[in-house]
């Protein structure tokens, strides 16, 4: 034997033997990482048993939620069918409004507050300071509270503009503008803050201006933000009962979260079954959204929270 095979053999003995790995307890692995499994668990049961139940009842020719408790005993589509088929409630008609009313609200939404947020952040000029903390103060208070006022104001602005008074889709959506404007423009400010100046500026030396700057740099950057203001608005008005109720009049006008409350109110006796299956269809548009602007969520809610 040379002296290389007995180094080599002096060394494999040297290395120990490997050991298969030692299984950790039930006890510390729970206690270690176990119990977030549990609770992801939970939260997935109380959070898709909801869907479920009204997947079901919308699923049930019985029309109560009682008939429901045993999830799919039966599966019938006629719920579905009779949606678009009851002269007295259009669905149809309902659904076509909300659309139009939530992607024209989300929109204007998303440019108005986009050009204040450009404005407050950009610019400098008198009020600048004041009016950021009025816009923070005026959210402080629900729109709710001014019902009375805003039935009020559109009865009479009626009177001289037909087309924005009560009883207007156009109305509603501007009473959707103006009390979303303070709190998304705040939000959208953040974000912007987080654009370096030092681009604007480069522009500006190029020869372009405020508009071009704002059109062909800083929207594409804010592109995370206004994505989630407009999802945010998007929800926020097609699922809003209260001022819609208020303000829209006639069935044929009449949104989606209004329509359906016919279904179990007391005028066209309740039917459950049928309010679970509009239910559903309603669900699907914001659904879409959500999972077409998912990627930037995440971003657009969390870049302007650190400047």
Not at 80 to 91: A, D, G, H, I
Not at 117 to 139: E, K, N
Not at 220 to 249: D, N
């Amino acid at each position: 034997m040379t002296d290389i095979d007995s180094l080599k053999t002096d060394a494999a003995e040297a290395i120990p033997a490997p050991t298969a790995p030692r299984r950790r307890s039930f006890g510390r692995w729970f206690g270690a990482t176990g119990w977030r499994h549990l609770i992801g668990v939970v939260m997935l049961v109380f959070s898709v048993f909801p869907i479920l139940y009204v997947v079901s009842a919308s699923l049930s020719t019985n029309g109560t939620l009682l008939s429901s408790n045993s999830l799919f005993a039966s599966v019938d589509f006629s719920n579905y069918v009779n949606l678009f088929r009851l002269p007295q409630q259009p669905y149809a008609a309902w659904y076509g409004n909300t659309l139009f009313i939530g992607l024209t609200t989300a929109i204007c939404t998303v440019f108005l507050s986009a050009l204040a947020a450009y404005a407050f952040s950009r610019m400098r000029f008198t009020g600048r300071r004041f009016g950021l903390l009025t816009l923070l103060l005026v959210q402080m208070f629900p729109q709710l509270l001014a019902i009375v006022a805003i039935f009020l104001l559109l009865s009479g602005i009626g009177n001289i503009f037909p087309a924005l008074g009560l009883d207007s889709q156009l109305g509603l959506i501007m009473v959707y503008l103006g009390g979303a404007l303070g709190v998304n423009t705040y939000l959208m400010y953040g974000f912007f803050n987080t654009v370096p100046v030092a681009l604007d500026e480069a522009a500006k030396i190029d020869g372009a201006g405020h508009a071009r700057v704002f059109f062909t740099i800083i929207l594409r950057l804010v592109a995370p933000i206004l994505a989630v203001v407009g999802l945010l608005s998007f929800v926020g008005t097609t699922s809003e009962y209260a001022l819609a109720s208020t303000v829209l009049i006639s069935p044929q006008k009449q949104t989606l979260a209004v329509g359906l409350y016919q279904f179990v109110s007391q005028q066209f006796s309740q039917n459950w079954g049928l309010f679970a299956a509009g239910a559903v269809l309603a669900a699907i548009p914001v659904v879409a959204l959500f999972l077409f602007l998912q990627r930037y969520i995440v971003g657009g809610l969390t870049a302007g929270s650190v400047k």
